[in-house]
């Protein structure tokens, strides 16, 4: 048995060789953003050790900050810097801004993160700080998940590290379902769905907005999620247990319910290290207090995303929506789902749901936008009286629709299960055929989807 | 079952967490809630963030006191929790 240490090294290793592989010139950041953080957490430690509060608090806030810096040097400065040059501009005054363009490093906006939330927790203490750098430059830079997420916290995934992990069947197999039903979903459902979307955008076809419309946000989530899950299953097989980051998105009743279902790792994130604090701080402001955490906390959650204003209002819109639920104070309820004949949800059930989808699309119009005035542009084409017309040349709707509809079933019913394609209970899935036939359909589907060579690029590596 | 001692500061502790259980079982309207040292938000299903703040505020309430910010975000159950409670009220 190889104990830890060794395995970590060969993890860290291999870690870095996949993230030179990416991006070489900045993996010099990445590993110098590590040692600083691994730094403070220590210092923090040390100084709350001896009663200094102040001192570990500052140490604490300087880390965070630094992250906090470079993810906005990298992401904002240019937003930020043409809007002041701009304005500047406008009162008369003759300055100028040549654009740094920075590029930004992969996978920053996800470890910069980790990092943050490293700092924080040692500062809260609820984690000790890792003695042991190598266990904590392989949680940073972890392969599988570097280059999108989902975002590990420290206390989940350290102690994983601390232990040593033997190949296991069960991780092996566990592992490829995952990374079956993850690649189903990005080359069958979201690699069909866009280049009909992009049409719609780009190349402003009337009758394409109201499939684009309705289509986008399954596409979003067909991407992000089958790319989740193969970075989960990668891990899986290594022994590794990963943050999960969707849980069926479309079943959420109302918006709150949404965000707890969507990209989970970033928006608990999120609310434990901006909500929670600010809510805390205002909680004597009541209602009000309440609404504008909740606001802050999605417009960070907006503007993660990038540097475009539309990432702003998306937020914002998002803020709007909820202000009925925080009003209302029902936001908090999560329950149970009521269902109806064959396991389906019951009538009510399905209104909200398909509620929640259509505001969630129109959030989607926002995100997708180029600019604030293509939105309204967008929105009122999907008012035009025409039928949309074929999703995408030489295809069949049909075959799409079936295709979408089928994987949006399947995992409602699979959503009990600890993860896709991991079957229980007593019924017909407990047969061997019955479960390969199901893999073999999905291959099927795999090789035929993709040799439409529509295969576009995982739209969340650009964050 | 009771300890052979009921020294004032056990039945002080009980006492704190007949108060809290009366409290959780409000803000999350249950009435069968029970909660134990162990108790966090994993447990219990409508525990979550708006809960939290809401859970708080009931709590300062109940017991007539105030947190830090710092004090709040460090506790990671109900224990840690009631044992700040004790450390204020004593």
């Given at each position: ?247 069926q998105?479309f079943m959420?009743r ?81 329950k149970k789902l009521r269902t109806a004949r064959w396991g389906l949800p019951a009538a009510t059930e399905s209104m909200k749901m398909a ?46 629709l079936v295709?979408i509809f089928g994987a949006l079933l399947t995992e409602y019913f699979m959503r009990n299960a600890?993860?896709p394609l991991?079957f229980k209970g007593n019924g017909l899935m407990q047969r061997?055929?019955a479960?390969?036939a199901v ?25 | ?90």
């Amino acid at each position: 048995m190889q104990t830890p240490r060794f395995q970590n090294v060969l993890l860290l290793l291999a870690s870095y060789a996949v993230y030179a592989y990416l991006d070489a010139r900045m993996l010099w950041l990445l590993v110098a953003a590590t040692l600083v953080s691994f730094a403070v957490g220590w210092g923090t430690q040390r100084l709350q050790a001896h009663g200094a509060e102040r001192a570990a608090g500052i140490l604490t806030t300087a880390g965070v900050s630094a992250a906090v810096g470079l993810l906005v040097a990298f992401k904002y400065l240019d937003f930020f810097a043409e809007g002041i040059v701009a304005s500047m501009q406008s009162m008369g005054l003759n300055v100028s801004w040549t654009a740094l363009h920075l590029v930004l490093p992969v996978g920053l906006s996800f470890y910069s993160f980790k990092l943050i939330s490293y700092m924080v927790e040692v500062r809260r203490e609820r984690i000790l700080a890792e003695r042991d750098f190598v266990a904590f430059a392989a949680y940073v830079a972890f392969f599988p998940t570097i280059l999108a997420g989902p975002i590990d916290r420290p206390q989940h995934f350290l102690p994983q590290l601390h232990q040593s992990r033997a190949l296991r069947w069960e991780n092996l197999v566990s592992g490829a379902k995952m990374i079956l039903w993850g690649a189903f979903m990005k080359v069958c459902v979201a690699d069909i769905l866009s280049p009909v979307t992009d049409m719609a955008w780009d190349a402003g076809g009337e009758r394409l907005a109201l499939w684009a419309f309705l289509m986008y946000p399954m596409q979003m989530y067909a991407d992000f999620s089958g790319y989740s899950l193969m970075a989960i299953g990668v891990a899986k097989t290594l022994g590794f247990d990963v943050a999960c980051n969707f849980r069926q998105p479309f079943m959420a009743r109302n918006v709150a319910e949404y965000w707890r279902r969507w990209h989970m790792s970033l928006t608990t994130w999120v609310t434990d290290y901006v909500f929670m604090p600010l809510s805390l701080r205002w909680r004597d402001a009541g209602r009000w207090g309440l609404a504008a955490a909740v606001t802050v906390n999605l417009v960070v959650i907006g503007m993660w995303h990038g540097d475009s204003v539309t990432y702003l209002l998306f937020g914002l819109y998002h803020a709007m929506l909820f202000m009925p639920l925080v009003f209302g104070g029902t936001f908090g309820r999560n329950k149970k789902l009521r269902t109806a004949r064959w396991g389906l949800p019951a009538a009510t059930e399905s209104m909200k749901m398909a509620r929640t989808y259509l505001l969630v699309a129109v959030g989607f119009v926002i995100f997708r936008a180029p600019n604030a005035v293509a939105v309204w542009a967008f929105l009122c084409r999907l008012f035009t009286p025409a039928l949309p017309m074929q999703p995408a040349p030489g295809g069949s709707r049909w075959f799409y629709l079936v295709v979408i509809f089928g994987a949006l079933l399947t995992e409602y019913f699979m959503r009990n299960a600890s993860s896709p394609l991991h079957f229980k209970g007593n019924g017909l899935m407990q047969r061997r055929w019955a479960r390969w036939a199901v893999y073999y359909v999905l291959l099927a589907f795999l090789y035929i989807c993709a040799d439409t060579g529509a295969a576009t690029q995982f739209i969340y590596t650009q964050f | 079952m009771f300890n052979g001692q009921c020294s004032m500061n056990n039945m002080t502790s009980q006492e704190i967490y007949n108060r809290l259980t009366a409290v959780f079982r409000d803000v999350f309207d249950d009435e069968t809630l029970t909660i134990n040292p162990a108790t966090n938000a994993d447990e219990v299903e409508e525990w979550d963030s708006l809960s939290h703040v809401q859970l708080i505020v009931a709590v300062e309430q109940e017991f007539g006191v105030r947190f830090t910010s710092r004090e709040i975000l460090k506790w990671r159950n109900v224990g840690e929790m009631a044992e700040a409670l004790q450390q204020k009220l004593s």
